[in-house]
């Protein structure tokens, strides 16, 4: 039996405000919404699968904590990250399953009629922690409410082995699309050659090209959703793919998601895109290669293309609470507890900041200067845009999405399978199904 | 109590289980699936009847052209890789006498493995950094850089292939042994003493009497491959350029994660037509007398 009862707990979480450091920094002034959880309440929660040992060990602690504190118990299931989207779409389907799932990208935007308002909830983090970044109302807002709760995004960066790109001439990290292919073709020519995947993955497959498209100018969409991928800005994003590849280890066109660690953690590729995940394998491994290996080991930004600002895309993480929930209020008091600085916090340093921030305050957790590698990965969440930039989220922007469309034209082009103009013309076509043009 | 005594009713009787788990669990998904074909539901959101909207809109996607494409090249080329060896493998079991049972039992393991579990395994084999049948070339001097297996096309589809073939050989192994023994002894007993050869043992006897079982194993194996989904998830995940997507994964993929659940449906209804295609060979084939003795249709 829990000590605390649940007008404890509703204390608890409104008292937190006035004593949290970060909120103190942001400024804010915020009321904790009135959650009592209900009588003989009890959660379920589906999550994504942990990529580094340390953000699930600390999130079950902390579910630990809530159940304490309100006695209401929580059973945590993970899947794959790649299997919650399926699971996801047949609970908001069939109207069952578990009362919260932690899922990514825009699956609140394809069914947000089956989603609780979280919208109180929202205000309150908001409010408390220096507010959301912009881009967490693209993917969870849906007619001026909050359908879900933003988590963060797995941040992607450059992980360089800095002793290869020594040997290859370069003292800095590129920081425009000329130098990073000046580096590429170096490391290629000295035996170290980069990889970036160009498979049918959804996260890394997906974030690099996304970022190659974007920062060339070219879009997939216009702010109208008129499908614009055609482009001159296109056919250069597609030149310059050509060129990268060329500099590529043998095998990027079948690459999965885990591919890119594993070559990376085997030293057959001494740069990739990628999440703090291989470091993080590299730090903790009681290896001494490995070891060594962390120690040479540096991220860094993509680099900025013509319209001079960052214009990566990360794996969006979200929280849902779907309306059949029976217990709607112990829902919301358990993402709001788990979001608080409290809870949060420790979570990121736990995970050394694999997963960043959605709320502004979070910026100065000290996980993100403990060391200067974890730095490139804080502001993930403020510099990213959304699958589907630049025009509305929904079901035509996850459904071109799901089918690699950019993927597959980026693949298709740097492989030399097909000419350049011709793999946007089949991206033109393919997008043009899901736009309905 | 009197009906308890009435054959016809009492075989309806009891043949209502079974029926209703039919209707439950086959006819049911199978009557959704098409008509959510015929719908534009979406994930979570309930649809309205478009006709052949979706049909129409697959007509035109070169994606799932190739899709149908891939599926028809890996069915055919898996099916008679597995049906050659297969055939093979039952023709040498049943010449072995020692440790025959065990001999068989091991034969059933790819079988009886996981389809994910042998899925992982082959991912490894034919990953492009770490494939054992690479270093094992290169250590024997034969390359000097890993194979391709999953990055180029068609080095691709044969990958997969391969691996349905690894897994589906024991199915057709076991059920043509099955029927292999089946075959009188005083057959080939016969046949010796009037001077056959073992090709025309093989022709004129083996052959004629295992081709039922064939038809029926065979029509198994090609429905079983039409419909593969967990290797090509696993492995490649329709990769390189859907250069493996079949039409399963690919209306897998477009339901699920894409939202788009009636074109993902319609993908798998325009399935149906060779499905059954393959059924109905298989059906009226055993009809015939002359297939049964392994003759021709002239």
């Known amino acids: ?437 | 109590m009197k009906r308890l005594d009435d054959r016809n009713w009492l075989g309806a009787l009891f043949m209502l289980p079974a029926a209703a788990i039919l209707l439950l669990f086959l006819t049911y998904p199978l009557a959704l699936g098409v008509w959510l074909s015929l719908t534009d539901q979406k994930i979570g959101r309930p649809g309205e009847f478009v006709g052949l909207e979706n049909f129409r809109s697959l007509w035109g996607d070169a994606v799932f052209w190739l899709s149908v494409f891939n599926t028809l090249f890996y069915t055919a080329m898996a099916s008679v890789l597995k049906f050659a060896l297969g055939l093979w493998l039952a023709l040498l079991l049943n010449r072995v006498r020692l440790f025959r049972s065990f001999i068989r039992a091991i034969m059933l393991l790819p079988f009886i493995v996981p389809t994910v579990l042998s899925a992982i395994a082959f991912w490894w084999i034919f990953d492009a950094q770490f494939s054992i049948v690479s270093w094992v070339l290169i250590k024997l001097g034969l390359i000097t850089e890993n194979v391709n297996f999953l990055g180029d096309p068609w080095n691709a589809r044969w990958s997969v292939i391969a691996a349905n073939v690894w897994r589906g050989i024991p199915f057709v192994a076991i059920s043509l042994l099955a029927g292999l023994q089946t075959i009188p002894p005083s057959l080939y007993e016969a046949a010796t003493l009037d001077g056959a050869s073992r090709w025309q043992m093989f022709r004129y006897v083996t052959y004629p009497l295992l081709t039922p079982i064939i038809a029926v194993v065979m029509t198994f194996s090609v429905l079983f491959t039409f419909t593969d989904f967990q290797l090509i998830y696993a492995i490649t995940r329709g990769g390189p350029v859907n250069a493996t997507h079949l039409m399963a994964t690919l209306s897998f993929q477009r339901a699920i994660p894409g939202g788009q659940l009636a074109e993902g449906a319609a993908i798998a209804t325009a399935m149906i037509p060779f499905l059954v295609a393959a059924v109905l060979i298989s059906f009226f084939g055993l009809q015939r007398r002359k297939w049964q003795q392994g003759g021709g249709d002239a």
Request: glycine share 8%.
């Open chain 1, 1 to 437: 039996m829990s000590s605390i009862n649940r007008r404890d707990f509703l204390k608890l979480t409104a008292g937190a405000a006035a004593g949290a450091t970060v909120a103190r920094e942001a400024g804010a002034q915020a009321n904790a919404p009135k959650l009592v959880p209900e009588k003989g309440a009890s959660l379920r929660v589906l999550r994504w699968k942990r990529f580094v040992a340390g953000d699930e060990e600390m999130w079950m602690k902390n579910t630990e904590k809530f159940t304490q504190a309100t006695g209401v118990p929580v059973r945590v299931d993970s899947e794959s990250w790649e299997d919650v989207r399926p699971k996801a779409a047949v609970a908001a389907n069939v109207s069952s399953g578990p009362d919260i799932i932690l899922s990514t990208f825009d699956d609140a935007l394809l069914y947000p009629e089956k989603l609780l308002d979280v919208t109180d909830v929202a205000d309150y983090l908001g409010a408390k922690y220096g507010g959301w970044y912009d881009v967490c109302e693209k993917y969870l807002k849906h007619n001026g409410r909050w359908v879900a709760l933003p988590l963060g995004c797995a941040g992607n960066a450059l992980v360089m082995r800095d002793s290869h790109m020594k040997a290859a001439g370069f003292d800095t990290f590129p920081k425009d699309h000329a130098g990073f292919l000046k580096l590429c073709q170096a490391l290629k020519a000295k035996g170290t050659p980069p990889g970036f995947t160009l498979g049918n993955a959804t996260g890394d497959g997906n974030t690099w090209t996304h970022w190659l498209l974007w920062s060339h100018g070219a879009k997939v969409i216009d702010d109208n959703n008129d499908v614009v991928v055609n482009s001159p800005q296109t056919e250069a994003a597609l030149e310059h793919a050509k060129e990268l590849y060329q500099t590529f280890v043998p095998g990027t066109l079948s690459w999965l998601d885990p591919n890119n660690n594993k070559a990376f953690l085997d030293g057959q590729v001494s740069l990739t895109l990628n999440g703090i995940s291989i470091f993080y394998a590299a730090k903790n491994s009681t290896d001494p290669k490995m070891k060594e290996m962390a120690a040479d080991i540096q991220h860094y930004n993509m680099p900025i293309g013509p319209g001079g600002r960052p214009t990566e895309l990360n794996l969006f993480f979200n929280q849902m609470i779907f309306k059949y929930t029976k217990f709607p209020q112990a829902a919301k008091a358990y993402l709001t507890f788990m979001m608080e600085q409290d809870q949060y916090a420790p979570w990121q340093q736990a995970s050394i900041g694999y997963v960043t921030q959605p709320l502004r305050a979070y910026e100065s957790n000290p996980i993100w200067t403990a060391d200067p590698r974890h730095t490139p990965y804080r502001d993930a969440m403020k510099v990213m845009l959304w699958n589907g930039y630049s025009g509305k989220m929904g079901y035509a922007s996850a459904g071109t999405m799901a089918d690699f469309v950019v993927v597959n034209m980026v693949a298709e082009a740097a492989s030399g399978q097909r000419p350049v103009k011709e793999a946007m013309e089949r991206a033109e076509k393919r997008a043009m199904r899901y736009y309905k043009v």
